[in-house]
C-alpha cells in the first residue's frame, strides 16, 4: 500500500534515491544543466520534502520549495527505475499539490529535461503548461519549464 507523508531529508533511504537521481541526471545532461538540489537545501525553511512509501520502503520523493509570495517550484521529483509504471510520481504529485493549496500556494512552477518524455509526459497530463525558461534556467537548451496555477491568488 503505497502511503505518501511529509519527511526529513536526511535519512539513508532518500540520501539514496537523491544519488540514484543524480546519477540518472547526469546520465542525461551536463552538470552545468543539472539543477538538483542537495540535502542542506532541502532543509531549508520553506522546503517541504514528499516520500512516497510502499510497504516502508521509500520508492519515490519529491520537494516543493515555497519562495514566499504564493508561488512554489517543485524539485527532486525521482522515482526510481524499479517502482515506476505503478502511478507513483502521478500521486506524489497529487500530494504535493495538495499541500501546497492548503498552504496557500497558488502556482506552482517546474524545471526538467528535454529528454525526459516520461515526467514530460505526467506533467503534461496533470495540467501543466509549457512556459518559457524561468530563473536560474533561462539560457538553458536542457531545460523545459512547467507551470500549474492551482487555486486562485
Known amino acids: 500500500m503505497l502511503v505518501i507523508d511529509t519527511e526529513p531529508p536526511r535519512q539513508p533511504e532518500l540520501l539514496e534515491l537523491m544519488r540514484q537521481g543524480d546519477e540518472y541526471t547526469l546520465s542525461l545532461y551536463p552538470p552545468e544543466s543539472c539543477h538538483l538540489l542537495g540535502v542542506e537545501e532541502l532543509e531549508e525553511s520553506g522546503v517541504t520534502v514528499f516520500v512516497a512509501r510502499d510497504l516502508a520502503e521509500a520508492v519515490g520523493m519529491a520537494a516543493l520549495v515555497e519562495r514566499g509570495d504564493g508561488t512554489a517550484e517543485l524539485k527532486r521529483m525521482f522515482v526510481p ?73
Not at 510520481?89 to 504535493?96: E, K, Q, R
Not at 512556459?131 to 507551470?147: A, H, L, M, R, T
Open 81 to 153: 527505475p524499479a517502482a515506476r509504471g505503478r502511478g507513483i510520481a502521478s500521486d506524489l504529485l497529487g500530494a504535493v499539490e495538495v499541500h501546497a493549496r492548503a498552504g496557500g500556494i497558488h502556482l506552482i512552477q517546474l524545471e526538467t529535461g528535454p529528454l525526459q518524455d516520461s515526467a514530460i509526459r505526467l506533467y503534461e497530463r496533470s495540467g501543466y503548461l509549457l512556459i518559457p525558461n524561468f530563473g536560474k534556467y533561462v539560457g538553458d537548451s536542457n531545460s523545459v519549464c512547467y507551470e500549474k496555477a492551482i487555486s486562485r491568488p
